[in-house]
């Protein structure tokens, strides 16, 4: 079956970095649409995120795009998040998922492209506090 597993969350004080990792299986990861996305506390989900399969091509949400890079290692079946500069706004538990294009469903946006989500990880927090 399908499962993915996030780490690399934590503490980090404001315009510090992470990098988060998602290792998946029950499926390749060059063949499918991937991403992350985050929720904060009593706050909407929200696609950080995405990468698509046919050409790799990245999309990111205005808030974070120029400070964070998705990136994937295939050999490794792992999916890859750098976060540089980060504030006390980008707090919350993220996720990464594997995606669709179809309508309906589950869905994140990231930047101009929404996708559905097929499956996500139990989430790693990360804390941006001083």
């Known amino acids: 079956q399908v499962q993915l597993v996030e780490s690399g969350g934590g503490l980090v004080a404001p315009g510090g970095s992470l990098t988060l990792s998602c290792v998946v299986s029950?499926?390749?990861?060059?063949?499918?649409?991937v991403g992350w996305f985050r929720q904060a506390p009593g706050k909407e989900r929200e696609g950080v995120s995405c990468s698509s399969s046919y050409d790799g091509s990245a999309y990111y949400s205005e808030s974070v795009k120029g400070r964070f890079t998705i990136s994937r290692d295939d050999a490794k079946n792992t999916l890859y998040l750098q976060m540089n500069s980060l504030t006390p706004e980008d707090t919350a538990v993220y996720y990464c998922?594997?995606?669709?294009?179809?309508?309906?469903?589950?869905?994140?946006?990231?930047?101009?492209?929404?996708?559905?989500?097929?499956?996500w990880g139990k989430g790693t927090l990360v804390t941006v506090s001083p």
């Open positions: 998922a594997s995606l669709n294009r179809f309508p309906g469903g589950d869905r994140i946006e990231c930047g101009e492209r929404s996708y559905a989500m097929d499956s």
């Open positions: 029950g499926f390749k990861l060059a063949h499918y649409a």
